[in-house]
């Protein structure tokens, strides 16, 4: 299974983004799917996951200005982020699990988000 995922970039506090992630190899409806992100010096933390059912979660500091979403059509997730903050600045990761599996063990490579005050 390969994760490919982009759309990072440098914005504004009070911009927006949005992430993309595109998986491959296997079958991506099957997946419950999630967004973390490590920012230097901290650890790898969720923000957002979504089950096959369409089901999401956030961690608190993202709720209403995150919205993690799915098209299972172009095995893609996506994690819209509007609202930015200086601190939400981090290294992005998609990941996939399966309802098999207690943690996420398919990594994509990381997208950065850099936001400027």
């Known amino acids: 299974v390969q994760l490919q995922a982009s759309g990072g970039g440098l914005v504004q506090a009070g911009g927006s983004l949005r992430l993309s992630c595109v998986v491959s190899?296997?079958?991506?409806?099957?997946?419950?799917m999630g967004w973390y992100r490590q920012a230097p010096g901290k650890q790898r933390e969720l923000v957002a996951d979504i089950t096959s059912a369409g089901d999401t979660n956030y961690a608190d500091f993202v709720k209403g200005r995150f919205t993690i979403s799915r098209d299972d059509a172009k095995d893609t997730v996506y994690l819209q982020m509007n609202s930015l903050k200086p601190e939400d600045a981090a290294v992005y990761y998609c990941?996939?699990?399966?309802?098999?599996?207690?943690?996420?063990?398919?990594w994509g490579q990381g997208t950065q988000v850099t936001v400027s005050s």
């Open positions: 990941a996939a699990r399966t309802v098999f599996e207690q943690h996420f063990t398919r």
């Open positions: 190899g296997s079958i991506f409806s099957l997946f419950v």
